[in-house]
């Protein structure tokens, strides 16, 4: 057949060759379309997650969302969640939505912290004597932020000079304060004192800074000798001891206990303060026995009795007060003697008053030694007599007889030993001088 012969039927071979070209291109664009519903369902088979994803970025939203608003105390949250998110997979992180909301969290935390410390260093801006617990507390804050957080600090430099600064300032008071003392008198003690405290204070490695040390050292020295001369020339002045002494010996004792231990070895004349002290002390308890000490005929009034004292015996009887006929009397063993404290006694109470109450507190010096002693009560009428019992009494304003009687050895009436009752009569002490 002839190229351009028509088929029978009067079919177009050149539109049957055209339809042939169009068929490819039809293929081609739903291959193109399949290509890419796949990739569309492959991407989302990618991202889809498992319940146990699902789980883990529903979780990690939650504590993004548990931060809440950003302060001082949001630290271990904001740690917490960003240690959650940092654990998920690449493909869970995608499906965090507030994940923004941790690293804003994050950079105003940063800069809250920093903020803290850019507020402690400020206090650093003029450094004086007192700014050691400022440089304290401004390093500890400082030291406490995380690197990011150092990074916002815009003051950071004063740190790095405060330290130096801080050790100047306090060298300068301990050389003002050396200063301060001048020409040294007994009056310079106080200044001494306070540059000597000052200067100890100092770490060992700044004291060599302080330029004028020596003239510290040379003005203790020099106190030294006044305050000794002094002290010994008090001492001196003591003179006789009587009980007017007792100023000179205050001040002298004054002097002398300021001084140090050396200073204290160095002093002439101390054995004379210690005695004058003891003399004092003897003077003044003499005194106070003076005041105290019973006498015939003296009368004690309490809240509850009058006493008045009659004698004082060391005897081995007891006796009422009427022996001109027959009578009763008390007598102590064979070995023993009795110290008898002699008073007549009235009730001058409303009621009756026990008499076992009138002695509350006794003791005997015995010659070199002090014994307690309780003592036992007897009670006289006329010519009777009785020995007192713990519910005896006296009706108010009834009177009578009491003896006051100690147990001693009987030798206490041959020998010469002093003989001193201490009693305590119904809350009253009272001395009395058996025998000197």
Known sequence: MALNEQPEGGADVSSGAENTKK??????????????????????AANSLSSDEKAQVEQVTASIDAIGTVNRNSGDEIESAREDYDALSSKCKRHVKNAKVLTSAEKEYDQLRADEAIKRIAKLEKITVDSGEDITAAKNVYKQLSDSQKALVTNADLLKTADGKYDDARVKEVSDA???????????????????????ALPVKIQANVSNASDLENASAEYGQLALKDTEEKIDKIGKVTLESESAIKDADAAYDALSGDQKKQVGNADVLQTAKASLDQLKKDEADKKI???????????????????????????????????????????????????????????????????????????????????????SNGSSIDKVYEWDGLDALESGTLHIAFDLPKEVMSDKKTVIVRITLDGVEKRVVVRK
């Open 23 to 44: 068929g490819p291109g039809k293929k081609l664009l739903i291959g193109i379309i399949a290509v890419v519903a796949a990739v569309i369902i492959g991407f989302t």
């Open 293 to 379: 000490t019973l006498k015939k005929g003296e009368v004690v009034t309490t809240s509850n009795w009058e006493l008045t004292f009659k004698r004082s015996d060391i005897t081995t009887e007891i006796d009422p007060d009427n022996t001109s006929g027959y009578y009763l009397y008390y007598h102590p063993s064979d070995d023993d003697a009795f110290i008898d404290l002699v008073f007549k006694i009235k009730n001058t109470g409303s009621e009756m008053q026990r008499i076992s109450d009138i002695v509350s507190d006794s003791s005997i010096q015995y010659g070199e030694q002090t014994l307690s002693k309780d003592p036992n009560l007897y009670f």
């Open 178 to 200: 050396i200063s301060a003392i001048g020409e040294v008198t007994l009056d310079s003690k106080d200044a001494i004192k306070k540059a000597e405290k000052l200067y100890k």
